[in-house]
């Protein structure tokens, strides 16, 4: 059963090709973690994954006002000509609460933003914004999340960047930090 | 002092173990017979100093020394005990350093016990299982030192990832290891057995004990971590197609096309080249998964110790081991001499049949895994490969190989008639149109997966018990029942697979205290919630009062919990299990006016996922008794003779 007498060289030379088979493939692997262990993405803070939605107008939707006396918020409105943000909120979320200093801040520095309150109660809303400050200037009241769900936001807090046609820019997933606000604002004056 | 004595033992253990290496080298190029005995201690005193360091880490993760700089990132003062010793492995650092005591105990277990491999394939075993080493004790010593101290000392940890809180998860991932890494014998076994050329029935009967013994470890550690992620996560899934789990999957697939191809050589003395490919291929998949969940160059929910270094490193030894033992694979085994030839019509056929639909996953796992990577290097774009493409592409695969199981253990070695083979399984394969009949009338339609699943697992289950049919059932061998009880397990799991996908139940719904809702057999009422506070925890806890049709009501208690530190909610689900399936029930976030968000599923037989998975390793396990024994009789009358 050993090596078989008929087998010519030929065939022989061709088996010996065939046995490094397995390490060309293994090469070919190992060039490709290379790759991607070079030249890929691999720090977390990249890894953001960027909304689909960015680069498209805002979805329709039109909300109720959801405090009296303050209009309300439909896509429509945003499209003023100039860059403003769109914030998700709710008097019941606390990160929101975490975040109010930093859009009180971006307030101060002259950004228009309109808040869309994620099923929420006027009092509450009120109470909320008496106690840690009111940046907005339309607040419209999302009972059934159905605006969320529009815009594809998982959660509250959540912010995005709208320009003057009203397409979205940026989307910016969970609560305004200190160090974000310079990133806000370089995104408000790209969309300029 | 423990730390600086955990590192001194690490020093030790790896300076023996490039003097393994040396003495491995020496003997094998000259016969000394000095060197070659001291080749067998040195492994064994390499073993226990590696296990030495591991204690002094756990002894100081048991203290919660916050002086080193390990400790004080992953562990914290008031964390429970059990979690404090599970936290020792819950980090990049400890769980390599379990890494290389495995891999080093391994090496001293093949060095105290194996007695049935010539003398110089055993000692080029234990040379490859020392050069494997050498390049784990570097990784460890100079890139992951687990014992560095923290100057000055931190005042409080930071707290161990909540998720791995949980006390499934303080044994998954060393069974795992053991599996994962063990399978590095077979490795080693087979860079020995190509550097002296020795391969056949007695290499493949000294290497089954220690393939099986790793194979067992890994069944139980995917199982257990399938249960993990099923409860601890709150999807209600127990599969994701997750990197992490096919990381630990490859391996397992390799392991088990390993497992019967090397039953093949023992027995027939056929397929040598393959084998030990698979051998090498086995391990291989195991150092691409630690380096593919290592290395950070894939997102995975399972990534906490993601560092681009270490990558690099890994990465390095990656292409050192898979490529050096791939060339002499290239230069070696077209010295080793042809096996034996056998018709396709046989037992031997079978396991080819076998070992090509168990790569065939392989590859398309590996691929799966990978694309996200080889997309996102060409395009930029990212994305990630789920359920849709591995169901489709690998399901399909994995039922034609369950198929094959059934067939498999009832054919003759050599060659068999197809007369007499379709005599064989007439009686499964009745079942299975039984199986079908019952499913088209009684049961509402479902997909087309689980319903070849549940009908192959009814037939499958009657074939894997007909190796039994008509024998001395006293006196077949205990390996022979392992076969059948790990074959069984196979169908039982599937069933469990096949069942939780077509006929499970899921509600989602938004509930004030006294709402009533239906999920399969059960009603759940929403009665109130409560805070309740846990060592390092606060939670908001909703009691469910349970009732099965007319039964005895009952409770249950979901949680959402918030970890202090670090800061995390994770959701606890609170599980009722039946004998026919599990009522799991998930709370969600509240709304603020009192209506809470509850998520309920009624998820039939999903049990036999895992007692499946518990069967088939305890097959594995009466096989590994059963050739160790049969091993141990014949080397007696050897030695008689």
Redesign the interface.
């Known amino acids: 059963?050993?090596?078989k007498p008929d087998m010519d060289a030929q065939t022989l030379a061709m088996?010996?090709f065939v046995?490094?088979v397995?390490?060309v493939i293994?090469?070919v692997?190992?060039g490709?973690?290379?790759?991607?262990?070079?030249?890929?993405?691999?720090?977390?803070q990249q890894?953001a994954?960027e909304s689909q939605l960015v680069g498209q107008p805002m979805p329709e939707f039109s909300l109720q006002p959801s405090l009296p006396g303050r209009p309300g918020l439909s896509s429509a409105d945003l499209a003023t000509g100039e860059p403003r943000l769109v914030n998700f909120f709710?008097?019941?979320c606390v990160p929101c609460i975490a975040e109010a200093p930093q859009l009180m801040q971006l307030r101060e520095a002259g950004v228009a933003i309109d808040a869309i309150a994620v099923?929420?109660?006027p009092e509450?809303v009120f109470a909320f914004l008496q106690r840690w400050g009111d940046p907005y200037e339309r607040i419209g009241a999302d009972t059934q999340s159905e605006a969320q769900l529009a815009l594809g936001s998982s959660g509250v807090p959540e912010t995005f960047v709208v320009d003057g046609d009203g397409v979205i820019v940026r989307q910016h997933i969970g609560d305004i930090r200190p160090e974000h606000v310079p990133e806000l604002l370089a995104a408000l004056e790209g969309a300029r | 002092m423990i730390a600086e004595t955990g590192l001194a033992a690490l020093w030790l253990a790896a300076a023996l173990c490039g003097l393994q290496l040396v003495f491995g080298v020496m003997a094998l190029r000259s016969d000394d017979s000095g060197v070659a005995t001291a080749i067998r201690p040195v492994a064994v005193v390499q073993g226990i100093l590696t296990a030495l360091a591991f204690a002094m880490l756990i002894w100081l993760f048991l203290r919660t020394d916050l002086s080193v700089e390990l400790v004080a990132a992953n562990s914290h003062s008031a964390k429970p005990w059990l979690y404090k010793f599970a936290g020792t492995w819950g980090n990049h650092e400890g769980s390599m350093l379990l890494w290389v005591a495995i891999l080093a105990a391994s090496g001293s277990l093949v060095a105290i016990f194996e007695r049935r491999l010539k003398e110089k394939t055993l000692i080029a075993t234990l040379a490859a299982q020392s050069a494997i080493g050498l390049g784990f004790y570097a990784f460890l010593l100079f890139a992951s030192n687990p014992f560095a101290r923290l100057s000055p000392a931190a005042t409080e940890g930071r707290g161990l990832n909540p998720l791995l809180q949980d006390p499934g998860l303080a044994f998954h991932p060393p069974t795992l290891y053991f599996g994962y890494v063990g399978i590095s014998i077979a490795f080693s076994f087979a860079v020995g057995a190509l550097i002296t050329r020795d391969v056949g029935p007695v290499f493949a009967r000294a290497m089954r004990p220690w393939i099986l013994a790793s194979w067992i470890f890994l069944t139980l550690g995917i199982a257990a971590g399938s249960y993990w992620a099923y409860y601890e996560l709150g999807w209600g899934g127990w599969w994701f197609w997750d990197p992490v789990e096919n990381a630990s999957l490859m391996p397992w697939l390799a392991a088990t096309a390993l497992l019967h191809s090397v039953t093949v050589l023992a027995t027939r003395d056929a397929l040598r080249a393959w084998t030990i490919?698979l051998a090498v291929v086995a391990f291989?998949m195991s150092m691409?998964g630690t380096?593919l969940v290592r290395?950070?160059?894939l997102?995975s929910v399972h990534a906490f110790a993601?560092d681009?270094r270490r990558?690099?490193f890994i990465?390095a030894l990656?292409?050192l081991y898979?490529?050096g033992a791939?060339?002499l694979?290239?230069l070696r085994?077209?010295t080793v001499?042809?096996?034996?030839?056998f018709e396709f019509m046989s037992r031997e056929g079978a396991l080819v049949v076998n070992n090509v639909l168990l790569s065939a996953i392989l590859g398309i796992v590996l691929i799966g895994t990978?694309y996200p990577?080889?997309v996102?290097?060409v395009t930029g774009e990212?994305l990630s490969v789920g359920p849709p493409y591995f169901n489709a592409t690998a399901g399909p695969l994995a039922l034609l190989l369950v198929a094959a199981m059934a067939v498999g253990p009832l054919l003759r070695w050599r060659r068999d008639e197809w007369r007499n083979v379709l005599g064989r399984i007439s009686l499964p394969a009745l079942i299975s149109s039984l199986a079908l009949f019952a499913l088209v009338m009684f049961a509402s339609p479902i997909g087309i997966l689980p319903m070849l699943g549940l009908i192959l697992a009814a037939g499958v289950g009657a074939a894997s018990l007909a190796p039994l049919w008509k024998r001395n059932l006293r006196r077949t061998p205990l390996f022979t029942y392992g076969m059948v009880i790990a074959h069984l397990g196979i169908a039982v799991s599937m069933a469990g697979m096949a069942f939780e996908s077509a006929f499970s139940e899921e509600v989602l719904v938004a509930v004030r205290p006294g709402d009533t809702h239906q999920v399969g057999p059960y009603t759940v009422t929403f009665d109130s919630t409560r805070p309740v506070a846990g060592p390092n925890w606060t939670a908001v806890e909703a009691g469910l009062t349970v009732r099965r049709g007319e039964g005895e009501p009952s409770s249950l208690a979901p949680q959402a919990r918030m970890f202090s530190s670090p800061q995390t909610e994770t959701s606890e689900a609170a599980i009722r299990t039946a004998w026919n399936g599990q009522l799991y029930t998930v709370l969600g976030n509240?709304?603020?006016?009192g209506r809470w968000q509850l998520r309920l599923w009624w998820k039939p037989f999903v049990t036999l996922i895992w007692f499946g998975g518990i069967l088939i390793a305890f097959g594995g396990l009466l096989s590994l008794v059963g050739r160790v024994r049969r091993e141990r009789k014949s080397m007696e009358r050897e030695s008689w003779a």
Not at chain 2, 337 to 341: I, K, L, N, V
Not at chain 2, 590 to 593: A, E, Q, R, V
Request: charged fraction near 20%; hydrophobic fraction near 45%.
């Open positions: 059963m050993s090596d088996k010996r046995l490094w397995p390490l293994a090469a692997f190992f490709f973690f290379s790759y991607a262990l070079f030249f890929g993405n691999t720090s977390p890894r994954i709710a008097s019941w099923r929420d109660r509450d | 490919m291989s691409v380096f290395s950070g160059v997102t993601v681009p990558g690099t990465l990656l292409i898979i490529g791939l060339a694979y290239a085994v077209g001499r042809e096996g034996s030839r990978l990577l080889g996102e290097a990212q509240g709304d603020g006016s």
